[in-house]
């Protein structure tokens, strides 16, 4: 397994990290456990290091079958990646996020509980709370360092100017955002500062949350409790255009001789050795197809020729629902 190192002071970790979010109710329609306990060892079996979760993926219950699924292997083998904050009701209604520093402290004492560890290795707010400075959340977990309970301070999907303030308490290891053939808002800005202060970028949604892992179709609505069905990039109208982006995409992966999917994530990590790309596999055969896009060598020609292919912007569609867009430091 590759591996890549996560900025100036963060872990080394396999090239490809395993992203857990699909694995519980609330994210793409129900998941079958026994595969995805059967996915994360196939994926730590084969080398995958790094593993994302967040406390409010299925409300507590990813953290503990992630629990169930890493009882017994040697805590230093793997690197779990924690987002906190976000709040949920019954129902799954979003209630915003919480950043006070009394708020770090529960969150992760529930946590290191649910997954069954004594410590996290990065620990970070999923979105930025805007009734608490990023100085105040991060120094929480400052002080849980201090204690043992946290190796490293992690950001997610917030801009250069929070990255910068939340650096300046203690350095950040990576920023997590969604960043993609369709998602390149990284780019402009946040990209240069986190080069500039030396901060890794793990990368969300490679396949377009499933829009360009060419398994979809239009034909193909998201069933019940799957947020693809609110996503305006799998909306009717943006969903037929999207996806005659995938056809172009699959033209050249035709001609690499790698799939669709495999193509989308070399191409992510292909854009610099300080990012590392997270696959959204639930089940092992989508794993299988995902490991050796690190295999995948993109020369410039093919750089250009996706380029063209996808050019930045062409996506139709936000890449959340208006309600969440408030809620990131960047846009599409
Ligand atoms: N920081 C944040 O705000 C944030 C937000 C979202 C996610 N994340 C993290 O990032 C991880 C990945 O994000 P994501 O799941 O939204 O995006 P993704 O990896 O772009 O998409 C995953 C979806 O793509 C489909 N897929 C098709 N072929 C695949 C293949 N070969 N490998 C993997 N998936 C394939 C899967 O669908 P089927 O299983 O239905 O086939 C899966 O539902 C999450 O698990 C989570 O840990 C972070």
Redesign the pocket.
Known sequence: MQTRTLGRTGPTVSALGL????MSAG???EPDRDEAIATVHAALDAGVTLI???DF?GMGHNEMLLGEALRGRDRDSYLLSV?FGQLRGPGRAHGGQDGRPAAVKNFLAYSLNRLGVDHIDIYRP??LDPAVPIEDTVGAIKDMIDEGYVRYVGL??VGADTIRRAHAVHPIADL???Y?LLSRAVEPSVLPALRELGIGLTA???????LI???WNADRAAGPGDMRGMSPRFSAGNVEHNLTLVDALRRIAEAKGCTV?QLAIAWVAAQGDDIVP??????RV??A??LPALDVTLTADDLAEIEKAVPVGSARGDRYPAAFMSSLGVGN
């Open positions: 992203g857990a979010m699909g994210a793409y329609g994302d979760t967040g993926y987002k999923a979105r997610s999907e997590q955002i969604e993609s969300y949604g490679v396949l377009g949350r499933g892992s060419g398994h999917a997270l696959a959204g596999a639930r089940t989508r794993l197809e995902a």
